[in-house]
């Protein structure tokens, strides 16, 4: 699969197999992820603890239930609904606190990982909601590693597809125009 497929066939994946992602896929996916545009440095924390995951979890769950927003209440009260969806790994993207642009260095290194993943065979999700599971539950931050002055801005689940779930409308894509 050359970079065009991958980027056509990448979309969301919201329902993963336990199945464990291999050692060397980890890695390219931190390598994608290091190879993308900058303008200041991140932090990358593979979570893949199982006992960390699920209250990280548990936390985004209740935090979108209590959150007052229509849109995250909507979700979490669709049947089955869990913001981690089962992934077997959550990278967690933190960037030095109050530095700029951390959102934008943080998603361009998501967004190549999101590809390279699909590019290796994997379903991927960019997700936000584990922050709300971060703010709920300030002891997982310790736990998961983040370094002393850095705050969690992303995160990309990472695991093997176990189909279609949960899935968002695509765009119309009618926002071009050119300038000749
Ligand atoms: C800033 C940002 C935050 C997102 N947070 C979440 C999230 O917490 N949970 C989720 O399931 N998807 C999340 N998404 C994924 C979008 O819902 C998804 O990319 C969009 O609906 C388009 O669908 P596609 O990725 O399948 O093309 C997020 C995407 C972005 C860019």
Known sequence: ?????????????????????????????????????????????????????KSLNDAALTSMKNSGNDFLMSRAALDGYQP???????????????????????SCAAANMTVAATALGLGSCYVIAPLLGLQAKPELVGKIGIPQGFVPVCGVLTGYSDGNAF??????????????
């Open 84 to 106: 981690l969806y089962g992934a077997p790994v959550l990278f967690l993207l933190s960037a030095p606190e109050g530095a700029p642009y951390n959102q934008a260095n943080v």
């Open 167 to 180: 899935e968002t409308a695509k765009s119309t894509g009618n926002n071009v125009n050119y300038c000749k």
């Open 1 to 53: 699969m050359n970079a065009l497929e991958a980027i056509k066939a990448r979309k969301s994946t919201r329902r993963y197999k336990p199945n464990a992602v291999e050692a060397e896929k980890i890695e390219q996916l931190i390598s994608a992820a290091n190879n993308a545009p900058k303008a200041g440095t991140f932090h990358i924390s593979v979570v893949e603890n199982q006992a960390v995951l």
